[in-house]
């Protein structure tokens, strides 16, 4: 059995059948063909964090392949009131056929799949979000081909997400360029474990140094959910770090435009970018409900 808790817990080639998989259910899925995979199968899904993307795709995807998702949110369940999580996992895992979770510690997550008899899904912790990374390679190859060997540059905070990009570096072989604020920089101890696999990553604070001559151009909200209190602080800390049509210069001329949404126009990214031509956001934020239904499919037939 294994889980899904960061981009690492998967070899490259488990990933890359992942992927080609959800080229395969999106062509289906485009020609109106039934794929019940896993019919009879039960998602549960315990939501910490609001969501809009993670929530129907799986939900819908669960759907798609014939089984049925559950939608839990933790304070109406025994979690919200302080069960411990083991016997929450111990309990649950005996129901359902896998866990999505999304929330904010990364350490429950871990713990849960610690105690969980049947495969976990990390749908987004703080730590890191490799469902969405996983789309957007998808979406990047369905544009341009391999990923592998190509340059990302990542701009803005070191969150969740940019830890994904860490990570993606060591499982699909690109290069990336981060561009955060000194105080905003990535964990340093996943950095560098990421260094140690062989992933070739550059962290600066020279937001035109890192876009120059990369392939692809992705970014995030300043402030996170949960970090809202921050929103001033951070605007004025990553005043520079904007994605517009001026940055976007300096990337390759056929270079992409990635962010997981929601976006802020006018703060992280500028509209003209969000909404024109290098964009592919429409069908980064669509690829997650394909790619989490050939993840869903590769936990569940094991």
């Not at 340093?188 to 696999?197: E, G, K, T, Y």
Request: glycine share 6%.
């Amino acid at each position: 059995m294994k889980h899904f808790l960061t981009l690492l817990d998967l070899e490259p080639s488990e990933l890359e059948s992942i992927l080609n998989r959800a080229f395969e259910l999106k062509a289906m899925q485009k020609a109106g063909e039934v794929h019940h995979t896993l019919a009879g199968k039960t998602l549960g899904m315990i939501f910490d964090k609001a969501s809009t993307r993670t929530r129907i795709s799986f939900e819908v995807g669960m759907y798609q392949l014939g089984g049925h998702a559950l939608f839990l949110h933790s304070g109406t369940t025994q979690l919200g009131r302080g069960e411990p999580i083991e016997d929450s996992a111990r309990v649950l895992s005996r129901m359902v056929d896998a866990v999505m979770i999304r929330t904010f510690d990364h350490t429950m997550v871990q713990k849960f799949a610690q105690y969980s008899s049947v495969p976990v899904i990390n749908a987004l912790t703080d730590l890191t979000h490799p469902c969405q990374v996983l789309a957007d390679v998808m979406t990047y190859r369905e544009h341009r081909d391999s990923i592998r060997g190509r340059t990302v540059a990542w701009v803005g905070d070191g969150n969740n997400m940019a830890h994904s990009w860490v990570n993606g570096a060591v499982a699909f072989g690109y290069h990336l360029n981060l561009a955060c604020p000194e105080s905003y920089a990535p964990d340093a101890s996943l950095l560098q474990a990421a260094r140690n696999l062989g992933a070739q990553i550059e962290l600066t604070h020279d937001v035109r140094a890192a876009v120059s001559r990369v392939d692809l151009v992705t970014t995030d909200v300043w402030a996170s959910m949960g970090q809202e209190k921050e929103q001033a602080e951070r605007e004025k800390a990553f005043a520079g770090y904007m994605v517009d049509e001026h940055l976007m210069t300096h990337a390759n001329s056929n270079a992409l435009f990635m962010h997981c949404l929601p976006a802020h126009r006018g703060e992280e990214v500028s509209a003209a970018v969000i909404d024109g031509a290098q964009s592919v956001v429409w069908d980064e934020a669509e690829n997650r409900l394909h790619v989490q239904k050939a993840l869903l499919e590769f936990l569940l037939q094991q």
